[in-house]
């Protein structure tokens, strides 16, 4: 079974910045793209950002463009999210997410994912 870990969550000022990742443990799966969620309280799950392994090609959320970066390594299903100049709407639990397979509506869609992470909760304070 495929699991993905995230960690490097936490409380940070705002202005502050964090560093989450994502391993893949469990059955290795040879992944399309991968990506991050987030999940605020009575909100739904939205789109941060993603990684398309082939191309190298990465796709933001405009709310964190400029602020958030991701990168990875594909032979490792491994992701990072380097979030620099958090604000308090940042925060949420943030999801790490894989896609095996090519995306048919585009990065953004929740249901494009076949494997998900528990989640961090990352808390940014004013």
């Known amino acids: 079974q495929v699991q993905l870990v995230e960690s490097g969550g936490g409380l940070v000022q705002a202005g502050g910045s964090l560093r989450l990742s994502c391993a893949t443990s469990?059955?290795?799966?040879?992944?399309?793209?991968m990506g991050w969620f987030r999940q605020a309280p009575g909100k739904k799950r939205e789109f941060v950002a993603a990684?398309?392994?082939?191309?190298?090609?990465?796709y933001y959320a405009d709310s964190v463009l400029g602020r958030f970066t991701i990168s990875g390594d594909n032979a490792k299903n491994t992701v990072y999210l380097q979030m620099n100049s958090l604000r308090p709407e940042d925060t949420a639990v943030y999801y790490c997410?894989?896609?095996?397979?090519?995306?048919?509506?585009?990065?953004?869609?929740?249901?494009?994912?076949?494997?998900w992470g528990q989640g961090t909760q990352v808390t940014v304070s004013s």
């Open positions: 990684i398309r392994w082939s191309g190298g090609s990465r």
């Open positions: 997410a894989g896609a095996r397979y090519a995306w048919t509506q585009g990065s953004y869609y929740p249901d494009e994912y076949e494997f």
């Open positions: 469990g059955r290795t799966f040879s992944s399309y793209a």
